[in-house]
């Protein structure tokens, strides 16, 4: 049997924000986005009355599904810590670290902590800090890899 990641949902407050934040700042490429049927969303998920459109994106070998629910009303919103049980984050290689910071800094994303210099595992050597979307809590690190010299 194999097993490959087939891609990471993320649920979203606003799925036209989400989509462009991803397209424009991360270079993803949406190749669908559509309203699901709410029986079988609903049935997927365990949770009654739900209503969903999704976005399917990709850059490289990666995909995310974006999904906005519009229904069940009692939606919650969550701000996980990075330390917390089930927190999830995504991170982005980048080739310029100041330059990406002033775009996601305008976008607006909330700076998590600091941007410090990895001293230990595989990306030893390389810049990297947290960045927090402010609709939906979603913990974005950026990665500068060490150049060489």
Avoid at 14 to 37: I, V
Avoid at 57 to 69: A, F, K
Wanted: glycine share 6%.
């Amino acid at each position: 049997m194999t097993v490959t990641v087939n891609h990471t949902g993320i649920t979203v407050k606003d799925l036209d924000r989400a989509e462009a934040m991803f397209r424009d700042l991360f270079g993803f490429e949406t190749f669908s986005r559509a309203p699901r049927d709410p029986a079988v969303i609903s049935a997927v998920i365990g949770v009654p009355g739900t209503e969903v459109e999704i976005v399917y994106m990709r850059n490289g070998t990666t995909s995310i599904e974006l999904l906005c629910y519009s229904k069940p009303d009692d939606r919650k919103d969550y701000r996980m810590r990075p330390v917390d049980l089930g927190s999830l984050h995504m991170a982005m290689n980048v080739s310029d670290m100041d330059d990406m910071l002033n775009k996601v800094r305008a976008w607006p994303m909330d700076q998590v902590g600091e941007i410090i210099v990895i001293d230990q595992g595989p990306n030893t050597g390389s810049r990297i800090v947290y960045f927090r979307t402010p609709e939906e809590g979603l913990i974005i690190e950026l990665i500068e890899k060490k150049q060489l010299a």
